[in-house]
Nanobody, 114 residues
Framework: VQLQASGGGLVQAGGSLRLSCVAS????????MGWYRQAPGTLRELVAS???????YYLDSVAGRFTISRDNGKKTTYLQMNSLKPEDAAVYYC?????????WGQGTLVTVSS
């Protein structure tokens, strides 16, 4: 399985971005998916996840601002990020939840200017 994340960029604080993650393979709908992020000098953390049945988890610091969704027909997971803060700046990755070490892709860089 390959996971291709996109949609990152430079945005001012308070702005929005929508990340997308397209998966290869035919079993996408069976698995829980997650968005993770890693800022310089920090550990990679789970930001949000969405189960195969639709259950959703958010990191406390993004709850109410970020929305995770999935389109099984397009094998795509989305992360709508609103009211972005400088502390949201990081490389964002998608992976299964829990993550598989061999599924990490390049990620997409989100930069938030204050």
């Amino acid at each position: 399985v390959q996971l291709q994340a996109s949609g990152g960029g430079l945005v001012q604080a308070g702005g929005s971005l929508r990340l997308s993650c397209v998966a290869s393979g035919s079993t996408f709908s069976r698995y829980d998916m997650g968005w993770y992020r890693q800022a310089p000098g920090t550990l990679r953390e789970l930001v949000a996840s969405i189960g195969s049945g639709g259950s959703i988890y958010y990191l406390d610091s993004v709850a109410g601002r970020f929305t995770i969704s999935r389109d099984n027909g397009k094998k795509t997971t989305y992360l709508q990020m609103n009211s972005l803060k400088p502390e949201d700046a990081a490389v964002y990755y998608c992976n299964r939840s829990p993550a598989r070490y061999d599924f990490w892709g390049q990620g997409t860089l989100v930069t938030v200017s204050s």
